[in-house]
């Protein structure tokens, strides 16, 4: 059984700085595309971020390009969400994503039904 466990999130000022882990469990990540998503109360789960399988390419939505950064670590199966310079709108539930069908070299990124499974989401609350 295939298991995302998403873990870092918290009660931040803003400016401040989290690191999300998303750990892999069931199956092994390193030839899957993985992405992170998150969802503000009423409204939709959106794209933030997602990576290749060996990290060659990375994708971010404009709204944290410059502030967050993912990466992987495939020995660990195991991806991360460093996000720094924090602000009140990025406050939501953060999803970790995987596609066990694209690699992330050529994908529809920001699409919602390109990807698999999914985590139970973190929660990330960034104050003024």
């Known amino acids: 059984q295939v298991r995302l466990v998403e873990s870092g999130g918290g009660l931040v000022q803003a400016g401040g700085s989290l690191r999300l882990s998303c750990a892999a469990s069931?199956?092994?990540?390193?030839?899957?595309?993985m992405g992170w998503f998150r969802q503000a109360p009423g409204k939709e789960r959106w794209f933030v971020t997602a990576i290749s399988w060996n990290g060659a390419r990375t994708y971010y939505a404009d709204s944290v390009k410059g502030r967050f950064t993912i990466s992987r670590d495939n020995a660990k199966n195991t991806v991360y969400l460093q996000m720094n310079s924090l602000k009140p709108e990025d406050t939501a539930v953060y999803f970790c994503a995987e596609s066990t069908r694209y690699s992330g070299d050529a994908y529809s990124e920001r699409d919602r039904s390109n990807y698999d499974y999914w985590g139970q989401g973190t929660q990330v609350t960034v104050s003024s």
């Open positions: 069931g199956r092994t990540i390193s030839s899957d595309a």
